[in-house]
């Protein structure tokens, strides 16, 4: 790339005040420290593989990662996950950015490497975020608002970082909903995933229609597509600023329950 | 996973119900709280299919 001629001059002061010993070296905005600098910011919300992709613009980036910091500070459910996650595995959690199709993101859980020395496999809790879909933040906060207005997605207040933020939420959600089982399973609970989202899928609409006057069933239309997706949404839906019925009750029943 | 758009079967609230509880369908190897009306047309099954097996997938 050609750099203009003022540009070249004011390179060249700075330089000299370098070297002079006036100003610290220039380095904050290179890639290599952006790239670093974001995967600190992953790694203080817990996460233990972070692959960030280029295609993210920094500040993007830099709001899921703030994002996931905020909720791993007030929930903790990556730390949870490690404490009480699958027992007999070495249990880590991954943050990736892959393109995972018509997905703006997932949560899985995944098997990155074989059985290891001392016989455990290692299990990583991993969110995905799709860059093809995340990256361009103004066509998101578009699709997102196309999909909230049909009550597919649960509103959120109109501030484009919730927008932002709503995909990244969702995906903790699913996080926080498996760590609160794993956790319930080291106290005893017996039975299977699904019999337990489904108890607290229970339990939540029970709050909503009691305390919140909610009519229908579910915190979106999404959320009605599992009590998985119920549970993401309307966590969701208490973080994002317009918190809806679901959301509220999500909130009492996380209180309740001694999860915030 | 949070997908991305509203599947054709969710287009029409005649053609799909909301269930109180998750039921398993083997096809899926999954649970699922949404299952299709008979007024649902040959298109919006195969989105639901869509739709629950890429629900499986991640």
Redesign the interface.
Known sequence: MVKSASYMAKYRIRIKAQQKGIQKPYQAGSSSDTKKDLKNMFEAAGFDTVNVSDDFPTPVAGAFALQLQNLEHKFGGVAMYKEYGDQNSVRQAALTTDD?????????RQHPTGVTKNGKGTIEAQINLNPK?LADIKWHQK?LKV?QS?G?KVATNDNILSATR??VT??YGHLLQESIYKKAVAGGYSKSY?QF??KMK?EINAIAKRDYGATG??PS??G????R??F?EAFTSMNLGKPNAHGMATRDWLKKNGYI | MEYVGIPYFMTNKDWYESLDEDVYIPEFDDYVGIVLTDKAPEEAIESYREFYSCMNES
Do not use: C
């Open positions: 995972s199709g018509n997905a703006y993101g997932y949560y899985a879909l699709q999909e049909l597919f709503y995909t969702h995906e699904n989202t489904g229970r069933k579910e239309s999404y009605g597509t599992n009590s997706e119920f993401a």
